[in-house]
């Protein structure tokens, strides 16, 4: 029998699909459970990106492989919306390519680069777990940089030595942060831009809440011009797109996006021709993102209520759609985690993004209203 590779199978599960199996069990035993786990947004999909995809699938046939790095149209719709919102002048030829979601992109990425030297990659100890385990299953190196509410969540750059920062060749940024929900300023990525231009590292940018935010838009590494930047951008949580799959990989390092089209050329990641007609149409299209904003806004206003005064303490909670929550009553995530499950709602361990999360949990409110009214009355209650 052919051996198996055990940085793949020895690696745990991934913890956000075991908590999703966890629900479903609850609800076999006929538990009635909210399942405030996943960051999959339980709105609707706007009914324009439905046409485009139908117009797309109906209006011509499409039996042939769609173009892997993206039709020419998506990659020019993706520069005018990076134009129009962060005014940054991309040449879709060479500087942007489409992906299947983000997640597919971001756990290869590191293939691209040469580890045979003992380099690193440096992540944030909260972090989406796909960072980790796509390293790990690639027998990479990591150092975790600690992230803690002092230093807001953002890994403090003063603290890095200069010899870890030396021997990195990726920085994964996540901001808007999930699980934390911290926002990185400007001076802030343009200091880390600046770490990774002295010290020739990449900074790998994944943004995917950014256009989901409370009052101003968060700073994107788009604005800060470098060649040692990739930024991940996705359509799923803001166009409410998660089953699509569709995302994008934006660098200004035309060499660096030269090498991952022949890395990804092989792959079998071409997003159908019909998604990216719907993906093209959504790129394009400011208003819906607008309408999603401002109901997540009426929704973060209702959670957050309901978490304050349930005497819970929270961090920030500005952009995107999570809560990060503590308790002075709870000095553990499990036992937070527990409190919130005694009132029938299934939320994620802080310690499932990092040893760094507890006594914290995180808790989506990307429910439909109904669902999120009844939630906060149960955390009231
Ligand atoms: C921080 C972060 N990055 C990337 C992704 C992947 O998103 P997608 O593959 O849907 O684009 C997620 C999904 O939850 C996420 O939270």
Redesign the pocket.
Known sequence: MAKFNPAVTEQPAYK?TALQDKAKALRDQGVDIINAT???PKDDTPAEVQQALVHALTSKSYSQYPSYIGSEELRMSIANWASATHGIQLDPSHQIMA????????YSFPMLFDWTKGQTILIPSL??P?YQMSATAMQIPTLNLPLTESSGFLPNLDAIEPSILKNAQLFWM?SP???TTAIASKSYLEELVGLAEKYDFLVCS????NDLYASNQPASILEIDSEHWVC??????RSH??GY???AIVSKNNALMGHLKKMRSPMGVGTPSFIQAAATWSWADKAHVKTHRDHYNQKRQKIKTAILSAGLDMFGGDA?FYMWVKSSRHSSSESLSQWFLDRGILVTPGTVFGPDGDPYIRMVFCLTDDVLDDCCQKIAH
């Not at 992906?99 to 971001?106: M, R």
């Not at 994944?206 to 809440?209: F, G, I, L, P």
């Open positions: 956000i996943i960051g999959d992906c299947n979601g983000t997640k597919e992109a971001i972090s989406y796909v996540n942060h999930n699980p994944d943004e995917c809440y991940f951008r996705s359509l799923s949580k797109m998660t799959r569709s995302g995107g």
